[in-house]
């Protein structure tokens, strides 16, 4: 695949720990990392603040072990106090103009994009890269607005030339037709994070994206 200069991080883990199957969280994303994962996102929506910062700053210890970013999920300020790479924020998160006019360039912000219309909003010119939810509905989540698919995918390729990363059952089955469809990288949650071996999980992906 052509790796995007401007993004290149082909195989995205977005983690949490209920993903995880019982086993200890921080073990699966070092199993992970070392299967060819290029970028993890936190993903924890019901943590308290202090919670969720005692992970964020385990993470971030661990991706600078292996030198990949780390995405923090919402929370800006945590973001800024583990000194993330970025932060991702959806369409009823804090809009990414506000984060810029709080913290200006300090996180590069991923949007995610559910909508045609939020393709030409005046807070694209604060985004970086856009993440395309879902490619396909998952029972993860409830309140899904478009499911792009594949030609959906290509239609936003063919209109933007941001990074687009592609998530919503990415799997070894949906992978590069993603990446054929205009994606420049593919967000897994499960597919590694419920995997028996999430380091062979993590490889097989991979693979399928070089």
Known sequence: MRINPA???PLYLVISEKDCAGR??????????????????????DLLKKDLFRKAWALKQLTDKYGIPLIINDAVDIAIDVDAWGVHVGQTDAPPSQIVDQYGDRLRIGWSIETLT???????????????????????????????????????????EKPLIA??????????EAIAAGADSIAVVSAICAAADPRRA?????????
């Open 7 to 9: 993004f290149p991080y």
């Open 167 to 176: 998530i919503g059952q990415m799997n070894t089955d949906t992978a590069a």
């Open 202 to 210: 993590s490889e097989r992906l991979k693979s399928q994206l070089l």
């Open 118 to 160: 939020q393709l030409h909003s005046a807070e694209m010119s604060a985004v970086q890269h856009l993440g395309v939810s879902p490619i396909f509905a998952t029972a993860t989540k409830m309140d899904t607005i478009t499911e792009w698919g594949y030609e959906g995918l290509r239609s936003l390729r063919a209109q933007t």
């Open 24 to 45: 200890p969280w921080l073990w699966v994303a070092e199993q992970a990392i070392q299967g060819g994962v290029d970028i993890i996102q936190l993903r924890e929506k």
